[in-house]
């Protein structure tokens, strides 16, 4: 009997956690498929009276009459993907290389080397934005794709090689020792031995830089200007133009915009407890 | 391990899948979509080739070079910025089907994003664009950087004749001018017709003590609960409100000196009328956190009998139901001025101009182009979204064409004539975004009673003679 | 010997694209912003950057506002961080009693964190309308406020919005780190002590939490330097308003650099910045890390 009575208590607590995360969701939602008479209404309609999927075709399949930010918001959406995806191929090639290293092979300065890729989270966007724009200017990369691949691997390729360090300090050293004894070279051991075993290490450390670099606003924002380098946050940001803000649009864009990383981190959610775990044991 | 694995490969083999079909992607339906800048630049077309990640992402497609004295110019506008870019992309092919030697290309800014859009390209030599829209409260800060061409001796005898001479304080800096206007707006006052004969008045307010008169009675009878909305929050926006008020009380951001007047008796009486007009509940109090937008939400709802807007807001509100409920309810007047401010109205000047980037490398054919976009026929063509800045289209016949060419010209055309030569530009220095920074701060301070009016423009002021050294 | 240099050159050349990398996206950058944080500088090329030593820093040292600025920020940082911290620990203790739906739980609390900033602060901003927002809307139809209220025209209330949607996207990043650690913990040690009679209370108090220290040291450290650096919501939110009330380091920084074209100045105040994150870490860890209890 009292268990039961705790049972029912505890479930009594969940309830305004559960409503914490998912009424603001579920307003984004509503909002997005209200028309503009019902969102303006007062008293406000929970349940829209006249759903509509107009902000989404609008979006997906742009007519004459639709805005130039809905009409560009899948272009946008494909330079995210683009630039999310790239930035996490590179930073985990990269990173597990220097990553193996740094936990394998006994390099000098390694707590040195560490701390300073740790410092480099200290440092804000807002002070590595102006050099990098003037370099992006004078290579050419000015309002493309690549310049914004190479400002997030700021702070993707620190943040991959500190996970992944820690990844590969959990790996027992004895697994390897039996492939280096077969005189396998370091390259074909990383391959071969470590990086298989460290597949929900790889996962999660993918799954967090896809996040950030979807997320990423700032520069994004100041770096492109022109369609084909737009990312969806710069896009989500536009449909509130000088003088009208279409507020529909701007939701459907937050959902679709917010669609990607969910569903991503709900199929790997079990990587991302184990990515926070093994970012904690490190400290 | 197995599942994991074969989803990593999905993403892996999707990520270079849509790597490689991103340049595809990149000329999409915007016709006038540009690759990359840097093919923009120079006659000869080498693509400077990215460092390492470039192999996720191939070059732009290199566009086939004839013969060597085309060159491309690049603008930046933004969205909105009168008429819609669909019709800003068929004046750029119009443009380069006459023009065979030019290639313009454009793109597309949110307004916010607009004034850093232009700082940033111009650290480089050549700067990313050649031709930008500009605010008219930019115009000193670009040129004393030396951002904008000096096209003074550009200008034509016909073009200062024929456009309105007010439009020409837009671009004109000191004795120089430094573009074409572009996009003449300011603000009118609407009013909500139903809601002032409910409340038994037949005529809109002349002065702001009548609008407070008639507000006091609306609110009596229960008709709106705020009559009047602004957008008075910390963006220019409430800049664009105060200076409609501050200049129908008789008052002036600057004296003759260029030394600030805000703080005199006259500013702070304006901003004491702003502050008590909230607490009457004449305000709607929500007016501190909005922008001109939500102005429209409000008005458009019928929550509110009358609000100052841009011209933009007529059309919305009064002639389409998706947007508003009060269509056929709405007309414009002319904005009030306060009965002893001496004036019979006063508004904000809100324009804007098209220049050419002082270091671009093709100014002449930068500067057609912003002669064909702003000449007398290419507006008169395009003037279903914009009003056209030549006082000659106004006139005769043309202007009887253009008042007659929709329900909500039949109106604006009228209401443009009548309002225009009240409207005020924002002073030309070139500190201003931080000068307009401080006076929101002053203008907030007071209205959320952080400090008195007096106090808050002091501080103001202050900030402004700093800036002045 | 000449197998431990060979060693370290391959560890060298393993570690050299990465370097290459940092250096070029980070260091160079960091070192040309920190050289023109001693000039007067604009992002024009056709005015020469004058040199004017520490005059920047001791502008901003003696400037009112900066200081205020930065009060703000700490305001921001230790509500939001201090609120995410007890209700993630909250959560995550709820989640580790098991109640009905807890696997479902731990998953939703998944989106929030994803959901994209920007998308996040378009949200709530729509949601603290005064005229047409969720919240009003909600409170009014449950009674708790009689007539709408204008939310985000008082500093503090707006201040403490701000925090709210901050708060929401980050809680579930902490609750998460949390729950893993609590689900690590050896739970020997608490059965023994409930036999010694000790409450639940007490068990939490003073036998759970202490062995969370290197978890709680984790999200603490990494939230702080975040939340000390908040730009996205507070553009989209409030764009610093009213009254400056929301207006953060960074958003300082964003204003003075590309808004006011201060380059020198916002150079300056990002390397500030970027000392402040410095020193709290280091007082984080000096306080909170305890070498020997490396492993959760």
Request: glycine share 6%; net charge negative; with cysteine.
């Amino acid at each position: 009997m009292r268990h039961r009575r705790n049972k029912l208590l505890l479930f009594a607590l969940t309830i305004p956690v559960w409503l914490f995360i998912y009424l603001p969701v579920a307003w984004l939602i509503i909002s997005s498929i209200s028309t503009r008479a019902e969102l303006l209404s007062t008293p406000i309609h929970w349940i829209p009276q006249n759903p509509t999927l107009k902000n989404y075709i609008d979006i997906l399949t742009p007519g004459t009459a639709t805005s130039e930010v809905a009409k560009t918001f899948t272009i946008t959406v494909r330079n995210s993907l683009l630039v999310a995806s790239s930035v996490t191929v590179i930073s985990l090639l990269v990173g597990s290389l220097a990553a193996y290293a740094l936990s394998r092979i006994r390099v000098r300065f390694r707590s040195g080397v560490l701390i300073g890729i740790m410092g480099t989270r200290m440092i804000p966007e807002v002070s590595l934005v102006i050099p990098l724009y003037i370099i992006a200017v004078k290579v050419g990369l000015y309002n493309t794709p690549s310049v914004l691949i190479l400002t997030y691997l700021s702070f993707a390729l620190p943040f991959a090689i500190w996970l992944l360090v820690s990844f590969f300090d959990t790996i027992p050293i004895e697994l390897e020792d039996a492939a280096r004894i077969d005189g396998a070279s370091h390259l074909r051991t990383l391959f071969a031995v470590i990086l298989p075993i460290s597949l929900p290490g790889l996962v999660s450390t993918a799954l967090f830089i896809f996040l950030t670099a979807w997320d990423e606003f700032f520069f994004a924002l100041l770096f492109t200007s022109t369609v084909a380098a737009k990312t969806v946050p710069v896009a989500i940001a536009e449909f509130a133009g000088r003088y009208v803000v279409d507020v529909g649009g701007m939701m459907a864009g937050g959902v679709i915009a917010a669609i990607p990383p969910v569903l991503l981190s709900l199929l790997f959610s079990r990587y991302i407890v184990s990515g926070l775990t093994a970012g904690a044991v490190k400290g | 391990m197995k599942v994991p694995f074969r989803w990593i490969s999905i993403l892996v083999i999707l990520s270079f899948v849509l790597a490689a079909c991103a340049p595809a992607a990149t000329p999409a339906p915007v016709k006038t979509e540009a690759p990359a800048p840097a093919e923009t630049q120079a006659p000869a077309p080498v693509k400077t080739e990215a460092p390492a990640p470039a192999k996720t992402e191939a070059p732009a497609p290199v566009e086939t070079q004839p013969p060597a004295e085309k060159v491309t110019i690049r603008v930046l506008s933004m969205e909105q910025a009168g008429p819609t870019t669909e019709e800003m992309n068929s004046i750029v092919d119009e443009f380069n089907k006459e023009h065979p030697n030019v290639t313009v290309l454009i793109d597309y800014v949110s307004y916010d994003a607009l004034h850093d859009k232009i700082t940033t390209a111009m650290a480089s030599t050549p700067p990313a664009y050649d031709v930008f829209l500009v605010d008219d409260i930019w115009y000193a800060e670009f040129a004393d950087k030396g951002y904008l061409l000096d096209a003074t001796s550009r200008i034509t005898q016909e073009m200062r004749k024929g456009i309105f001479e007010a439009a020409w304080e837009i671009p004109t800096v000191g004795e120089k001018v430094y573009g074409m206007p572009w996009l003449l707006d300011q603000k009118y006052f609407f009013y909500n017709t139903k809601i002032l004969a409910d409340a038994g008045f037949s005529a809109p307010p002349k002065t702001w003590e009548e609008l407070i008169e008639q507000s006091k009675v609306i609110k009596e009878k229960g008709l709106v609960e705020f009559p009047i909305v602004w957008s008075w929050g910390q963006y220019e926006a409430a800049i664009c409100d105060w200076v409609t008020l501050l200049y129908g009380n008789g008052g002036t951001i600057v004296d003759e000196a260029g030394k600030p007047a805000f703080n005199n008796e006259i500013g702070v009486k304006t901003l004491e009328w702003m502050v008590q007009s909230i607490d009457d509940g004449i305000t709607n109090p929500a007016s501190i956190s909005y922008v001109e937008e939500d102005v429209r939400n409000v008005f458009s709802q019928g929550k509110a009998a009358f609000a100052s807007n841009w011209n933009y807001m007529f059309d919305l509100v009064n002639f389409q139901p998706d947007q508003s409920q009060v269509t056929g309810q709405v007309n414009m007047a002319l904005m009030p001025a306060f009965a002893g401010g001496g004036v019979e109205s006063a508004t904000i000047d809100g324009s804007m101009g098209f220049s050419v980037a002082a270091t671009s490398a093709h100014p002449d054919q930068a500067w057609a182009y912003v002669e064909y976009l702003t000449s007398q026929a290419v507006q008169e063509k395009y003037s279903e979204h914009m009003l056209p800045i030549w006082e000659v289209s106004f006139e005769g016949a043309s202007g009887e064409k253009l008042a007659n060419m929709s329900d909500v010209t039949k109106v604006t055309v009228p209401m443009f004539k009548e309002q225009f030569p009240f409207s005020h530009v924002r002073p030309k220095v070139p500190f201003y975004p931080e000068a307009s920074k401080a006076l929101q701060l002053a203008l907030q301070e007071a209205l959320t009673k952080l400090k008195t009016p007096q106090q808050a423009l002091d501080d103001a002021a202050a900030k402004w003679l700093q800036l002045m050294k | 010997m000449s197998l431990s240099r060979r060693e370290n050159l391959i560890g060298l050349l393993f570690i050299l694209p990465a370097m290459i990398v940092i250096l070029g996206v980070t260091l160079q950058p960091v070192v040309s912003t920190f050289y023109l944080s001693f000039f007067d500088a604009s992002l024009s090329k056709l005015t020469e950057n004058v040199f004017i030593g520490f005059e920047n820093y001791l502008n901003l040292l003696g400037d009112k506002v900066f200081w205020v600025t930065i009060q703000r920020t700490i305001y921001f940082t230790l509500v939001s961080v201090g609120l995410e911290l007890l209700l993630g620990l909250g959560i995550a203790q709820l989640i580790h009693s098991r109640p009905f739906g807890w696997r479902f739980l731990r998953i939703s609390l998944i989106i929030p964190w994803a959901v994209p900033t920007i998308v996040n602060g378009t949200m709530w901003r729509w949601i603290y309308n005064a005229d047409y927002g969720a919240l009003n809307g909600l409170l009014y139809q449950l009674g708790l406020i009689d007539h709408y209220v204008a939310w985000l025209t008082q500093p503090r209330t707006a201040m403490n919005l701000v925090i709210l949607a901050d708060v929401w996207h980050s809680v579930p990043f902490i609750a998460l780190i949390l729950q893993a650690a609590l689900a690590t913990l050896p739970v020997e040690l608490e059965e023994a002590a409930a036999v010694d009679g000790a409450n639940a209370w007490q068990r939490f108090a003073l036998i759970r939490l202490p062995m969370l220290r290197s978890a709680v040291l984790v999200a603490l450290v990494i939230r702080t330097v975040e939340a000390f650096r908040v730009f996205d919501i507070i553009y989209v939110i409030t764009n610093g308003g009213p009254a400056f009330g929301t207006t953060t380091i960074s958003f300082l920084t964003y204003l003075e650099t590309f808004s006011f074209g201060h380059v020198g100045r916002g150079a300056a105040l990002s390397f500030l910045i970027s000392l402040f994150t410095l020193v709290m870490a280091i007082i984080y860890i000096r306080f909170l890390y305890r070498p020997e209890e490396r492993a959760l």
